[in-house]
């Protein structure tokens, strides 16, 4: 498993607030050129909770809450 930093920012943020696929990779330890989506479906990290399918882009976001709790889980975060 990659070093987790959790940074101070994530334990202000609101629950209900989101963290885009460039801050989960990051914090989760992984290269700013890994693809997110590719790291999902390896299972490699949780799956994003909203995405968005426009034709020009396909934005991974994942809600502060339940990337706290993922984060809760792997032991990195009380």
Same mark, same amino acid.
């Given at each position: 498993?990659?070093?987790?930093?959790?940074?101070?920012?994530?334990?202000?943020?609101?629950?209900? *607030?989101?963290?885009?696929?460039?801050?989960?990779?990051?914090?989760?330890?992984?290269?700013?050129?890994?693809?997110?989506?590719?790291?999902?479906?390896?299972?490699?990290?949780? *799956?994003?909770?909203?995405?968005?399918?426009? *034709?020009?882009?396909?934005?991974?976001?994942?809600?502060?809450?339940?990337?706290?709790?993922?984060?809760?889980?792997?032991? *990195?975060?009380?």
């Amino acid at each position: 498993m990659k070093q987790i930093t959790i940074p101070s920012y994530l334990k202000t943020l609101p629950g209900d *607030a989101y963290l885009s696929a460039s801050e989960v990779m990051k914090i989760l330890g992984y290269s700013e050129t890994t693809s997110a989506s590719f790291m999902v479906k390896q299972g490699l990290i949780p *799956a994003p909770s909203v995405r968005c399918l426009s *034709a020009s882009h396909k934005n991974m976001m994942w809600k502060v809450s339940e990337f706290k709790e993922y984060l809760k889980q792997l032991g *990195a975060m009380q």
